[in-house]
């Protein structure tokens, strides 16, 4: 029979031994791991972690807007400048003529947070009534429409847009910060000519030479015992770790430094609202049904984290905060893959650097929200708009959940990364696109749950590959 012999270090492993080459011979080729500190790894993220002690829910919501504004005008206003020409005469909405007034003669430039009317768009108000009974609303999926329109707003007053072909309110969503170059029109409205958004660039490293790679799966939604795709799931830890397949194959996997888990490790059936609202007497013998998918992850990450680096990341249906930025899952809930330092819990959204590469890293929540409240037809063009309105989670806090910031918004892009990945997709996707010059990969992850797959890229060509995991069997094999 064949033997396979593999050496692990009990808290940072760094070497394979492959499988036999032939029937009693023992093949004990060594893979070596990359090495993390000649990676030059770093987690760049510290603008998402909240320090304890300074969590406040007290606060309104409009200052997060307002910190919006003031960090990205200055940045517009250089990048019109930029584009239009020194020139230009920059007015506050409050220097705006009246309603009554005639047109301008002059094009000028205005900065402001995008507000569009939206009637699909959920809304507490119009749930009530007038005479204060109950009113259902219908429950929309996708919360555009044609009648949608666009408002310009500041801390002084809004303008109604008039865009045409320039702006379509379908191409943006509210809480975008953007610079309107027109010009005033009779009846207090504001003809668009160009739209300008804040200019980053990318952070050009010293990309290693060794031909790396970083794995990422998302969405495996344990939810215990009714979790079918839980096989597939373990072949794709025995494939990472090197437990399965040639020594060739082994080779190219030895060369995987980290395994980032984007989201949605748990199912939405482990978060079960009707127990929530029983008294506790009735549900103190119950057992919660997110302890078996826990366990099941726990049992998942200690193969992971103890051969290659592993981050978890939390997302809508994990034990996590549910605002953004979601802040990173307690250890304690990894009695086993909590013991190896390899095991990261990082934030979401998550960013960092490895091998002179950055990563931007997102659940997947915030491009969901955007596609629901946008025409963009799918994820990478959501994603695209995110890097254009230099922003990854614009959205919030109007239709997604943000924790109430006041004198900051870390969901602000300050530079471009090489690799933007969104989790917990409906399919597989990468594009290549181009911005002030940078290059920056787009990956859309699908959910493990539902493609049994996950996505390996390499960081020195900026390529990817998806691998597939399914498990089924030929019924008609199974019977012979």
Known sequence: SLLQEMTLSETNPQSLLSAPLTSGVRAEVKFNRPNIETMGYKNTGRQFRLEHGAKDYNRQFYKVYGARLASMKPRIVEAAKAKLGDNILVKNLVDLKEDDDGAREEDI??????????????SILKELSEDGALEMQPVHTVYTAETDSLVLEDESMRVKLEGGEVLKAGDLVNGVVAGIWGREVTGGKFSVKDVIFAKITGVEGAVSEEDISVCVLSGLELGGECSGWVGAAQLAT?????SVGGPGEQGDIARVERVIVAGDSLSMSTRDKQDQVKAKYLTANSAAASIAAVRQLDDLLVQLAGNVNTDIMPGPNDPATMVLPQQPLHRVMFPQAGLFPTLQTVTNPYSMEVAGRNFLVVSGQTITDILRNSTLPGPLEAMAKCLEWSHVAPTAPDTLGCYPYIETDPHILTSLPDVFIAGNQPSYGAKRITLSGHSVLLVSVPKFSSSTSLVKISLKSLTCQVVSFGA???????DR
Do not use: A, C, N, S
């Open 109 to 122: 430039l205005i900065v402001g947070t995008v507000f569009k009317q939206q009637e699909r768009k959920p």
């Open 238 to 242: 025995d494939w990472v770790v090197g």
């Open 472 to 478: 089924e069997l030929d019924p008609e094999w199974v």
